[in-house]
């Protein structure tokens, strides 16, 4: 849910002949941030079962935090096994996403466009490439994500699924402009497969060499959020 509407959405502002597409970059941009951050809160809702667990860099964030259980109704156990089998169920779901994406948006992926389009549908990429400070962008961003989340754990708000949607809409307004805000490697690895596997014409390469970043940027930043919210709280 959370890679088809997220996907969807990107593919809607910069395809050619959708009906989003040519709002202007201000504005697209916008529409961006907040259909991911709905997306989320899509996402959020139908996997509550299990913790509402949509991305690695927060699974492994609350394992580093200590916690006993992932959440939700299952409750399952917070053990190094369960993390991994959650992060694998995390990929799978980006990758059918992406996949669900391209069928929605198959004529318009038809079209022809810059290869870097199509590739942006599916992940994210750097506006200026260097990849140690698009590292540590990435690191930040998905701090912020997941030491919040944390702390939302124990706030009396109750606006749940909602306020982390807002959360992800406020880090893609401030912090998404260098990298595009992966902030979760199963959301960009699991789509950069996709666009690798499915028969997009000219849609280009990969673009591999950049994809380290944005799987290891998110883990460390949840891993630094989940040790320190253990400290502070």
Known sequence: MLLLLGGGVVANAILPKTKGFGGGGGGAWLLINFGWGLAVFAGVYVAFKSGAHLNPAVTIGLFANGASDFGGEAAVPATFVNMLLYMVAQMIGAFIGAVLTWVAYKKHFDEEA???????????????????????????????????????????????????????????????????????????????????????????????????????????GGVLAGLLAMALI
């Open 114 to 220: 810059d290869p870097g389009v199509k590739l942006g549908v599916f992940s994210t990429g750097p506006e200026i490439r260097s990849y140690g400070w698009n590292f540590v962008t990435e690191v930040i961003a998905t701090f912020v994500l997941v030491f919040v989340v944390i702390h939302f754990a124990g706030s009396p708000s109750g606006l749940g699924p909602l306020a982390v949607a807002l959360l992800v809409v406020g880090i893609g307004a401030s912090l998404g402009g260098p990298t595009g805000y992966a902030i979760n490697p199963a959301r960009d690895l699991g789509p950069r497969i996709a666009h690798a596997i499915l028969p997009i014409p000219g849609k280009g390469g990969s673009d591999w060499g950049y994809s380290w970043v944005p799987v290891a940027g998110p883990l460390v």
